[in-house]
């Protein structure tokens, strides 16, 4: 709670201090932007505001759909305003004072560069991470070092997520995070979360959002927060589209863009595919173990693993404009990745007893391997219905999630000293969905008050097979119905929300704050076991000012969220893949509950640099976390084995993490910009029965890019994560580093990059520990992540600006009696 307090300290001391130093006359600025040409308004145009002599803009805003903006809370000054859009010469009205009271411009005329534009080759330079009232985005469209590469590669860019070298990732140190693609769940992240981020090429990407302290509206799942992947589309009118290639010593990928837009209606088809090249890593794993009698057991396993992926997905989205007011939008998306390993590993488990002195001396080889494949089919439909008031509208989303996935493993352990051969082999069949349905209604009370509503069902339903199979005198294998089963398993979350959002002393402080509701059930066949239904009241609030100028602000929030156990963590299949190493589910979990508070601190500064600071706290209660166990024998359905550590989690005390992130952009010359973020944190773990944990962990990493000009780039990025103390042992640490070219020719319509990753070693050497009361294990892995690649991109078709057809479709919809406001079809 000490921590709390000082956030809490902090938020007011800042917020006073500030408060005693900045101006309390606010204004306005209104305008509507109109075509010089046809008089038509011009929705979605850009309205940014400067300060008289300043070369960058501190605040901003885009036209509605009849063309008009009105930006607050404005400090009294002199300012520069100017108004621009695709396929118009910029607009610039100098010298605007403001006072406490409204200015208004009037209308803003554009005049567009032709009558009509043939082609239009646009070049759109958006800020790497823009940080929101309720997220921060990461734009990785000028990422050179990710080209080529796939959505993993993007998220070890993002601020507040680090990325471990096999892929998991965690957002302010916590794992359990709501991953969506356009902003809805699907079923390729249940499945395999490394597997869909692999699955998924950087070239897709258009941003990525981090919500760390996510509101009412959205599902209180994970406790981590929300990451919501943005995939590319367009709505600017015409044809056009992109194909983007890549070849390298690890990776080979290729996606290819088709974006069609008439009028009201639009389409946006996409295919990509990627594949990991075989790669081979060398491991070692030593454990010691003792039992009742004090006799010592030491397994030393070597040997090393061939790995490759693929994967590919596909999907068309519609989106029509029925009327100015009423939009529909529709998808289909495919998704399939899959994975193959095998691998050779000598053991050596030798037994002395309490004296040294040998019992026994046992050398065998373990030939193992596993498949997996995945496939996600997603469909959804969304209506949005906006209304004359300004702020008023309707959302109703409906979204599904077919999955179908399947893993099987093989095993065999030939012995040196007479013994028969033992193994076994597991098919694991399965398919899920998710079924979604949503309506969100926001009613604006007055210009100063805003209520938000709504509900949400989820239905989630999953059947499983396990099909087993054992070798019977270390010839052949034969059916073992002793471990072949099926199950069943159904979860139901019913939630709804209320949220108001105001501002309050003069508006001096934006206040948002909600209330969520869930409730859920969860029933499945699991022999023995019965799972509890439970609610949960998730509230959120957040407090934000800003100051000055409008380029300084300050946010403090608070959140509750929850981790259900999914069917993976529950699921009591055990996975003898290797039998000295097992892990299986357990269907006695309790969900992970979650508050996280945050204060966070942005500056933006004239010259195009960005500070933003994050301090956060985390308490979980019935925290979910992995647990290894050491048996010297252990029994699975009459079958015994020896030494083995069994890997199961379980609902282990409260852990609270106190941290800070630190993300800074500075643009040193016209050439040279650098950007970097930094993560402290420190975790404390309580843990009855246990000893508590306390433990340090820090993530840093620097982005530098150069411009020589000739549209000729180059970039390098570096990322350090820290090793890090856990409940039973210490993860390894991470070192990354990568250097990029891109050349830019055709007017920049078609590039061609270089990439190198870890050009100087072949290996990153991965070392971590595991300890128990009767058993300490070490595991050193080399993790080949050295590559070389090349990748390729093109643009094509063009964009159309025609004013006069869309003049043409509102004087129908006049005729028709229909709303009479302008509808374009201009790109936001």
């Given at each position: 709670?000490?921590?709390?307090?000082?956030?809490?300290?902090?938020?007011?001391?800042?917020t006073?201090?500030?408060?005693?130093?900045v101006?309390?006359a606010?204004?306005k600025?209104?305008?509507?932007?109109?075509?010089?040409?046809?008089?038509?308004?011009?929705?979605?145009?850009?309205?940014?505001?400067?300060?008289?002599g300043?070369?960058?803009?501190?605040?901003?805003?885009?036209?509605?759909?009849?063309?008009?903006?009105?930006?607050?809370?404005?400090?009294?000054?002199?300012?520069?305003?100017t108004?621009?859009?695709?396929?118009?010469?910029?607009?610039?009205?100098?010298?605007?004072?403001?006072?406490?009271?409204?200015?208004?411009?009037?209308?803003?005329?554009l005049?567009?560069?032709?009558?009509?534009?043939?082609?239009?080759?646009?070049?759109?330079?958006v800020?790497?991470?823009?940080?929101?009232?309720?997220?921060?985005?990461?734009?990785?469209?000028?990422?050179?070092?990710?080209?080529?590469?796939?959505?993993?590669?993007v998220?070890?860019?993002?601020?507040?997520?680090?990325?471990?070298?096999?892929?998991?990732?965690?957002?302010?140190?916590?794992?359990?995070?709501?991953?969506l693609?356009?902003?809805?769940?699907?079923?390729?992240?249940?499945?395999?979360?490394?597997?869909?981020?692999?699955?998924?090429?950087?070239s897709?990407?258009?941003?990525?959002?981090?919500?760390?302290?996510?509101?009412a509206k959205?599902?209180?799942a994970?406790?981590?927060?929300?990451?919501?992947i943005?995939?590319k589309?367009?709505?600017?009118?015409?044809?056009?589209?992109?194909?983007?290639?890549s070849?390298?010593?690890?990776?080979e990928?290729?996606?290819?863009?088709?974006?069609?837009?008439?009028?009201?209606f639009?389409?946006?088809?996409?295919f990509?595919?990627?594949?990991q090249?075989?790669?081979?890593a060398?491991?070692?794993?030593?454990?010691?173990?003792?039992?009742?009698?004090?006799?010592?057991?030491?397994?030393?396993?070597?040997?090393?693993?061939?790995?490759?992926?693929?994967?590919?997905?596909?999907?068309?989205?519609?989106?029509?404009?029925?009327t100015?007011?009423?939009q529909?939008?529709?998808?289909v998306?495919?998704?399939?990745?899959?994975?193959?390993g095998?691998?050779?590993?000598?053991?050596?488990?030798?037994?002395?007893?309490?004296?040294?002195?040998?019992?026994?001396?046992?050398?065998?080889?373990?030939?193992?391997?596993?498949?997996f494949?995945?496939?996600?089919?997603?469909?959804?439909?969304n209506?949005?219905?906006?209304?004359?008031?300004?702020g008023?509208?309707?959302d109703?989303l409906?979204?599904?999630?077919?999955?179908?996935?399947?893993?099987?493993?093989?095993?065999?352990?030939?012995?040196?000293?007479?013994?028969?051969?033992?193994?076994?082999?597991?098919?694991?069949?399965?398919k899920?969905?998710?079924?979604?349905?949503?309506?969100?209604?926001?009613?604006?009370?007055?210009?100063?008050?805003?209520?938000?509503?709504?509900?949400?069902?989820?239905?989630?339903?999953i059947?499983?097979?396990?099909?087993?199979?054992?070798?019977?005198?270390?010839?052949?294998?034969?059916?073992?119905?002793?471990?072949?089963?099926?199950?069943?398993?159904d979860?139901?979350?019913?939630?709804?929300?209320?949220?108001?959002?105001?501002?309050?002393f003069?508006?001096?402080?934006?206040?948002k704050?909600?209330?969520?509701?869930?409730?859920?059930?969860?029933?499945?066949?699991?022999q023995?076991?019965?799972?509890?239904?439970?609610n949960i009241?998730?509230?959120?609030?957040?407090f934000?000012?800003?100051?000055?100028?409008?380029?300084?602000?300050?946010?403090?929030?608070?959140?509750?969220?929850i981790q259900?156990?999914?069917?993976?963590?529950l699921?009591?299949?055990?996975?003898?893949?290797?039998?000295?190493?097992?892990?299986?589910?357990?269907?006695?979990?309790?969900?992970e509950?979650?508050?996280?508070?945050?204060?966070?601190?942005?500056?933006?500064?004239?010259?195009?640099?960005?500070?933003?600071?994050?301090?956060?706290?985390?308490?979980?209660?019935?925290?979910?976390?992995?647990?290894?166990?050491?048996?010297?024998?252990?029994d699975?359905?009459?079958?015994?084995?020896?030494d083995?550590?069994?890997?199961?989690?379980?609902?282990?005390?409260?852990e609270?993490?106190?941290?800070?992130?630190i993300?800074?952009s500075?643009?040193?010359?016209?050439?040279?910009?650098l950007?970097?973020?930094?993560?402290?944190?420190?975790?404390?773990?309580?843990?009855?029965?246990?000893?508590?944990?306390?433990?340090?962990?820090?993530?840093?990493?620097l982005?530098?890019?150069?411009?020589?000009?000739?549209d000729?780039?180059?970039?390098?990025?570096?990322?350090?994560?820290?090793?890090?103390?856990?409940?039973?042992?210490?993860?390894?640490?991470?070192v990354?580093?990568?250097?990029?070219?891109?050349?830019?020719?055709?007017?920049?319509?078609?590039?061609?990059?270089?990439?190198a990753t870890?050009?100087?070693?072949?290996?990153?050497?991965?070392?971590?520990?595991?300890?128990?009361?009767n058993?300490?294990?070490?595991?050193?892995?080399?993790?080949?992540v050295?590559?070389?690649?090349?990748?390729?991109?093109?643009?094509?078709?063009?964009?159309e600006?025609?004013?006069?057809?869309?003049?043409?479709?509102?004087?129908?919809?006049?005729?028709?009696?229909?709303?009479?406001?302008?509808?374009?079809?201009k790109?936001?």
């Open positions: 709670m000490k921590s709390v307090f000082l956030i809490l300290f902090s938020f007011i001391f800042i006073t201090l500030h408060a005693q130093t101006p309390g606010k204004g600025i209104t305008g509507k932007v109109t075509d010089a040409t046809t008089k038509q308004p011009v929705d979605y145009a850009t309205v940014s505001v400067f300060k008289q300043a070369a960058s803009p501190f605040n901003g805003i885009s036209t509605d759909p009849k063309g008009n903006f009105s930006i607050n809370n404005i400090p009294a000054g002199e300012y520069k305003i108004a621009e859009f695709l396929g118009y010469q910029k607009a610039t009205i100098e010298h605007v004072m403001v006072k406490d009271g409204t200015v208004s411009l009037g209308e803003i005329k005049t567009p560069v032709a009558n009509e534009l043939k082609g239009v080759t646009i070049t759109a330079k800020p790497t991470v823009e940080n929101r009232i309720d997220k921060m985005v990461y734009n990785p469209q000028n990422d050179l070092s990710a080209q080529g590469g796939v959505a993993i590669d998220l070890k860019k993002v601020p507040q997520i680090t990325v471990d070298i096999d892929g998991n990732v965690e957002l302010q140190g916590n794992a359990n995070i709501r991953f693609i356009n902003g809805k769940p699907s079923s390729i992240f249940g499945a395999s979360l490394a597997d869909a981020l692999a699955s998924i090429p950087a897709q990407i258009k941003s990525i959002e981090v919500i760390t302290s996510p509101g959205y599902d209180a994970g406790t981590g927060g929300i990451v919501n943005i995939l589309d367009s709505k600017v009118q015409g044809i056009n589209g992109s194909v983007n290639l070849a390298g010593t690890r990776r990928n290729g996606s290819f863009n088709l974006n069609a837009r008439k009028g009201n639009g389409v946006n088809a996409f990509s595919g990627n594949a090249i075989n790669t081979n060398p491991n070692t794993r030593n454990r010691v173990s003792t039992d009742s009698a004090n006799n010592k057991t030491t397994l030393f396993q070597q040997g090393s693993n061939n790995f490759k992926r693929n994967g590919y997905e596909s999907g068309i989205n519609f989106s029509w404009d029925i100015p007011k009423d529909l939008t529709a998808g998306g495919f998704n399939h990745f899959g994975n193959h095998n691998g050779i590993t000598n053991q050596d488990q030798s037994e002395v007893d309490a004296a040294g002195t040998p019992i026994s001396d046992i050398r065998s080889i373990r030939n193992s391997s596993s498949k494949n995945g496939t996600s089919t997603d469909v959804s439909l209506y949005k219905k906006t209304f004359a008031k300004e008023q509208e309707l109703v409906y979204s599904s999630s077919f999955g179908r996935n399947s893993f099987s493993s093989f095993q065999r352990q030939d012995y040196d000293s007479g013994i028969t051969s033992s193994g076994i082999s597991n098919n694991n069949p399965g899920d969905r998710e079924t979604d349905i949503s309506v969100d209604y926001t009613q604006p009370v007055s210009k100063n008050f805003t209520l938000e509503t709504g509900g949400k069902l989820v239905f989630n339903h059947n499983n097979n396990v099909i087993t199979d054992t070798l019977f005198g270390g010839n052949t294998f034969v059916p073992n119905p002793s471990q072949t089963y099926g199950f069943t398993y979860r139901k979350v019913y939630a709804y929300y209320l949220s108001a959002s105001t501002s309050v003069n508006k001096f402080l934006d206040v704050a909600g209330l969520r509701d869930e409730y859920t059930t969860t029933t499945a066949d699991f023995g076991v019965n799972i509890p239904s439970y009241l998730a509230p959120s609030l957040v934000s000012h800003k100051f000055g100028n409008g380029g300084e602000s300050l946010k403090l929030s608070y959140t509750r969220r259900r156990p999914d069917y993976g963590d699921n009591p299949f055990l996975n003898i893949s290797d039998p000295h190493n097992i892990s299986t589910g357990n269907p006695n979990l309790k969900p509950k979650g508050d996280n508070f945050e204060l966070g601190y942005n500056k933006s500064f004239d010259k195009g640099a960005n500070l933003n600071i994050a301090a956060f706290y985390r308490r979980n209660t019935d925290d979910i976390q992995q647990f290894t166990t050491f048996y010297s024998t252990f699975v359905n009459g079958t015994t084995y020896t083995v550590s069994l890997n199961q989690r379980y609902n282990i005390g409260s609270e993490r106190i941290g800070i992130n993300y800074a500075v643009p040193v010359t016209s050439k040279l910009s950007r970097t973020n930094m993560i402290f944190s420190d975790r404390r773990s309580t843990n009855p029965g246990f000893a508590n944990v306390s433990a340090f962990a820090y993530r840093l990493n982005n530098a890019q150069y411009s020589f000009g000739h000729l780039s180059a970039e390098f990025f570096g990322n350090y994560n820290s090793s890090q103390k856990g409940i039973q042992g210490t993860n390894p640490k991470f990354f580093y990568n250097f990029a070219m891109r050349k830019m020719f055709m007017n920049k319509k078609a590039s061609i990059g270089l990439t870890n050009p100087f070693a072949k290996y990153v050497s991965q070392s971590s520990s595991t300890f128990g009361s058993f300490y294990s070490t595991n050193l892995r080399l993790v080949p050295q590559s070389f690649g090349i990748s390729l991109s093109y643009k094509f078709g063009k964009l600006f025609k004013k006069e057809r869309e003049k043409e479709r509102n004087n129908d919809q006049d005729n028709n009696g229909g709303d009479n406001g302008p509808q374009t079809d790109g936001k």
